[in-house]
């Protein structure tokens, strides 16, 4: 069992941050506030963020709705929540499944609730905190506490779910925070909360076998729910939209003046980017309409086409560089809780970039998820930053036991 | 230069991500050792397989989003990097949009310079794309000129000029309209008044048939424009006007300018943002044709007064006719004439339907024919000279064969006889004299020779060399051909009726000696022929264009080059023998005839014809050239169903002649002799 934190660790952790061994005890103090942050993931995370307020304010040269003093404030709203996270203890959370349970499942029923919920966009995923006036998505935070209710579940079998029952427990606990959401309805938020689930419920070390079962049943059940969606006279699962964004990504050209126009735009706008891009302000596509809600969920598009296949490599190189700092922090962490909220964290990220950058490029169907750090949406922000305090906590609190 | 940074740019990348992974591993290793050392915590309680279990599944993860990333990657070289140039063109179609502006067509000219065609400025009210939404405001502009709300919105919506262009609501308003929205501009919006110009022919219905008219591009002229081997250059677009008959349409290609183009870049909404390289419109050339405005102006009232005279006077079937005057020397048409005439005017800006109506009716005897060109009559004894050739080429009789009318012929035997048009006979004929009184039994004879010698169709090659049967080739639309019968036509023709109906009989013969029954020739035709007599054997190929001037400056682009059509190889002497018939039908066919012509200083020759129908009044024929001495025009004209030639066409041709020499008719001697 790796004995990563304890009374000396600053050896340790000097070489885990790749520099040069220092003695110990006397750069102590010199280097604190090296120690108290994870920098490996903190600097690109902070990175993306710069970058997407760069993205930002271009677009709100030409985007009204793109308001950049809104999106500054989420991410200062963001920042402070991820310092709050970082200092909170997470090791708390593992104890408080049942709690958790609940605050989830609140938070996907609070849209629903009279004088809270608002209508908009043919989604009842928002909500309006009375008195303030303050408006979120509060399937957005969801996936946080859905992150640490799995990871809170998963941990107690240390890396190995001997009973089958336990397993299929984990699962069924899952699909509550996943039915909530879906019924809302919700199928982009419903798919992250899905797969980040299963990302951690892999990792606490089931059969594989069960695994492949499950896996086996969803597609099923998915294909199941696609084909009585489409057969007239059988129930629609799948509402219209839904199969038509299906249907369009099969084949854009069905409808080119409806869902599939937004994806021919996404298209001709990265494409049309190039090597360096139109540069700031010059997105003849993204900026002048032709590319709709280019500052939300098309802004990959927006960005590969002011800043061309250099700006576009450069965001998934910080996005890896930030993804895999966490995952090798996952590794050295001892703890199975830590380790399976990391693993939720790093399964979030990277479904959230494959769903929005995939769509905006042609191989992902058209949700309306999302870019972590780059799209406009103070939920979002808050949401991504508060995850960055989660991996900062975790790292923060590597030293102390359990 | 590009592609190698890029190449360095993704190996960079690629080390990043792989240095990533690697680093991962060893620094799982280092804890792997570190293990060793330290005791199990009190949060252990896993065994080593767990921890190996999620050491590596979380192995897994990272392949996971690795795989996620490299997707992704890859994907977008392909996009960015492969197949930008194809995104940018579709970006770049997707923004802008081209916004046309009519370029002004060319002007017609006379051969002096007298503006036939031109352009006149209108007042147009043109509308933004925008003005659609503003039911009010349209519904203003509706009532204020004066047209339905309805007509009004569809002409807002017409998108054929492009979909950023103004649009064009009404022409030629009233100055009323104009200071009514200029002084309401905040009623208004997007609206203004502004000078386009339109199709002018100032001289009204002056060489319609000549000149032709505009109109709305048709769907073939737009299919034929498209085709890649148009030559022209011309790209039109639904709505342009361009010529439809006479020189517009035969100068299409000239006339037509060249549009304006202005590249707008667009938002999604259409919005214009900025503008782009713009081309100003190139107006067309000005054409420059061989007619004289005077000539054309006296041959026109001479047909309309002579034909309204004969209507008058009894022949009430009497209303069309034409006339031609050309230089023999090289071909130019002087003047063309063709009645009952239009006027072009009407077709400008759309012609409504009871004008269109009256143009293409029966009743009003097709205005938009041109008969010149178009007109196909039997030449009647206007081919008498070119038999008289055929008869001496051929051997069938020569300058001193003697020929006796008794007025009625029965080579053919008694049952077979024909009457010459004067039954009381000519008595003793020659060729020359046969030409002169239009004796048809001196025909009749050559017919009949022709019948029964070994070259049986000698007349029809003759009638060809002269250019008979085939077009002329003048630069007019819509030329007929006419028809020069031979046994093999009639075969074929008749193909329903008994063999002995199709079989070429010695009255056919005959009838093509005498110019009636089948042969069909356009004035035109005759008139060139005449031409290639005066010349002694030159037929110069007819044509109206003259020059056509560069469109900036003032200097001449082509100047049209005169081109012989046929030259016709004919014994002097032969050609002596037909003038001097030719001769002899002006100053001593009939005594009234003369009359007209000794008042003029030039010698004239011609030939009168009247060609026959059945219940029918008599199509007149005269064809004439001047000076024998030395050529230089022929005037031929035809008026149809107004009686024999020397009564109707001839006072025509007496008065275009007139017109270019100056020299009016002064005499009123009617002739009463009938002579044909």
Request: glycine share 10%.
């Amino acid at each position: 069992m790796a004995e990563l934190t304890g009374s000396q660790p600053a050896g340790s952790l000097t070489s885990l941050l790749g520099r040069e061994s220092v003695p110990t005890t006397q750069k102590r103090h010199r280097g604190g506030w090296r120690q108290a942050f994870y920098w490996q993931q903190l600097l690109p995370a902070l990175l993306l963020i710069a970058y997407g307020a760069v993205v930002i304010w271009s677009a709100s040269l030409n985007i009204s709705s793109a308001n950049f003093p809104r999106h500054m404030m989420g991410i200062v709203i963001g920042l402070a929540a991820a310092l709050f996270m970082r200092s909170y203890d997470y090791r708390a959370l593992a104890n408080m499944s049942t709690a958790l349970l609940v605050l989830d499942a609140v938070l996907m029923v609070m849209p629903r609730i009279p004088g809270l919920g608002l209508s908009a966009m043919g989604m009842t995923g928002v909500v309006r905190i009375p008195i303030i006036g303050f408006t979120f998505q509060p399937s957005e935070p969801a996936k946080i506490v859905t992150i640490f209710l799995m990871a809170s579940l998963g941990a107690q079998f240390n890396g190995k779910i001997e009973n089958l029952k336990d397993y299929v427990r984990l699962c069924a606990i899952l699909t509550v925070p996943f039915l909530l959401i879906l019924v809302q309805p919700d199928l982009g938020t419903g798919l992250i909360i899905l797969v980040t689930g299963a990302a951690i419920i892999i990792v606490a070390g089931p059969r594989p076998s069960w695994v492949l079962v499950t896996i086996g049943l969803i597609v099923g059940l998915a294909a199941l729910a696609i084909v009585t969606s489409m057969t007239p006279g059988l129930p629609h699962v799948l509402k219209e939209y839904q199969l038509n964004r299906l249907i369009v990504f099969v084949d854009p050209s069905v409808d080119p003046g409806g869902s599939g126009y937004n994806l021919q735009q996404a298209k001709i706008a990265v494409g049309s980017g190039g090597l360096l891009g139109k540069g700031i302000g010059n997105a003849s596509q993204s900026g002048t309409g032709f590319l709709p809600e280019a500052h939300t969920d098309f802004v990959f598009a927006l960005l590969a086409e002011e800043f061309g296949f250099v700006g576009a490599a450069g965001l998934l190189a910080l996005f890896a560089w930030t993804i895999f700092a966490t995952i090798s922090l996952a590794q050295r962490i001892e703890q199975p809780f830590a380790k399976l909220v990391l693993t939720g964290v790093v399964t979030m990220w990277s479904f959230q970039i494959l769903q929005e950058v995939g769509m905006c490029m042609g191989i992902m169907p058209i949700t309306g998820i999302p870019l972590p750090f780059i799209s406009f949406g103070l939920t979002s922000m808050v949401t991504h930053c508060l995850a960055i305090g989660v991996v900062q906590s975790v790292w923060l609190h590597r030293s102390k036991p359990a | 230069m590009g592609r190698v940074f890029v190449i360095i740019i993704c190996a960079l990348a690629a080390l990043v991500l792989l240095y990533l992974v690697v680093r991962n591993v060893s620094h799982e290793g280092r804890y792997s050792m570190d293990i060793g050392g330290a005791a199990p915590t009190a949060a252990g309680g896993s065994d080593n397989s767990a921890e190996t279990g999620f050491k590596s599944r979380l192995h897994g993860l990272g392949i996971f989003s690795g795989t996620i990333l490299g997707v992704l990657l890859a994907r977008l070289w392909s996009m960015q990097l492969m197949s930008s140039d194809n995104y940018y063109q579709q970006a770049e179609s997707n923004r802008t949009r081209t916004v046309t502006t009519d370029a002004p067509r060319g002007r017609i000219l006379d051969r002096n310079g007298v503006e036939l065609v031109t352009n006149r400025p209108s007042l147009t009210v043109v509308a933004d794309p925008s003005v659609v939404d503003d039911e009010v405001e349209m519904q203003l502009l509706a009532n204020l000129i004066g047209m339905p709300y309805l007509a009004v919105r569809r002409k807002i919506q017409d998108q054929s000029a492009g979909a950023q262009s103004k649009r064009t609501v009404a022409v030629d308003v009233s100055r009323r309209v104009v200071a009514y929205v200029e002084e309401h501009t905040h009623l208004f919006p997007g609206v203004e008044v502004v000078e386009r110009t339109e199709r002018y022919y100032p001289c009204g219905s002056l060489a319609a048939h000549v000149l032709g008219y505009t109109g709305t591009i048709t769907q073939e002229q737009l299919d034929w424009s498209r085709d890649p081997n148009n030559e022209s250059g011309i790209t039109y677009e639904e709505g342009d006007i361009v010529g439809q008959s006479g020189v517009e349409w035969q100068y299409e290609s000239v006339l037509q300018g060249i549009r304006g183009e202005q590249i707008v870049y667009v938002d999604a909404y259409g919005t214009v943002l900025d503008h782009s390289s713009s081309v100003a419109p190139q107006s067309g050339s000005d054409v420059v044709l061989t007619i004289d405005a005077n000539v054309q102006q006296a041959a026109e009232e001479s047909l309309e007064r002579r034909i309204k005279l004969l209507h008058d006077g009894g022949y009430t079937a009497c209303i069309a006719g034409c006339a031609v005057a050309i230089d023999v020397t090289n071909g130019e048409v002087i003047a063309l004439a063709s009645a009952p005439t239009y006027n072009p005017n009407v077709f400008v800006g759309g012609i409504n339907d009871d004008d269109w109506n009256a143009l293409s009716s029966e009743d009003g005897g097709y205005p938009l024919i041109n008969r010149v060109v178009s007109g196909q009559y039997p030449s009647a004894s206007t081919i008498k000279p070119l038999g008289t050739f055929a008869a001496l080429d051929y051997g069938i009789a020569s300058e001193q064969t003697g020929f006796y009318c008794t007025g009625f012929w029965t080579g053919f035997g008694e049952d077979y006889g024909q009457y010459c048009w004067d039954h009381s006979g000519h008595g003793a004929m020659t060729l020359q004299t046969g030409i002169t009184y239009s004796c048809d039994v001196v025909y009749y004879e050559v017919g009949k020779g022709f019948f029964y010698s070994d070259q049986p169709e000698g007349l029809q090659e003759t009638y060809r060399r002269w250019g008979l049967g085939a077009e002329t080739g003048i630069d007019l639309p819509s030329e007929e051909a006419g028809r020069v019968p031979d046994a093999e036509w009639k075969w074929n023709y008749w193909d329903t009726a008994a063999d002995d109906v199709r079989a070429w009989q010695g009255g056919d013969s005959t009838n093509l000696a005498i110019g009636q029954g089948d042969l069909l020739v356009t004035p035109l035709q005759m008139a060139c022929a005449y031409g290639g007599i005066a010349t002694r054997g030159t037929i110069w190929r007819p044509h109206v264009l003259k020059s056509v001037r560069s469109a900036t400056g003032t200097g001449t682009v082509i100047e049209h080059s005169p081109e012989i059509s046929h030259s016709v190889q004919e014994d002097s002497s032969y050609f002596d023998l037909v003038i001097r018939g030719l001769e002899g039908v002006i100053y001593e066919e009939s005594p009234a005839q003369a009359e007209h012509f000794v008042n003029m200083a030039e010698t004239v020759a011609g030939k009168t014809g009247t060609a026959e129908r059945p219940d029918q009044e008599p199509t007149g024929w005269f064809v004439a050239f001047l000076p024998v001495e030395s050529p230089k025009y022929v005037v031929a004209s035809l008026i149809e169903q107004g009686g024999f030639g020397s009564q109707s066409s001839m006072y025509v041709v007496r008065d275009i002649m007139g017109a270019i020499y100056n020299e009016p008719d002064t005499s009123d001697a009617v002739d009463t002799t009938g002579a044909r």
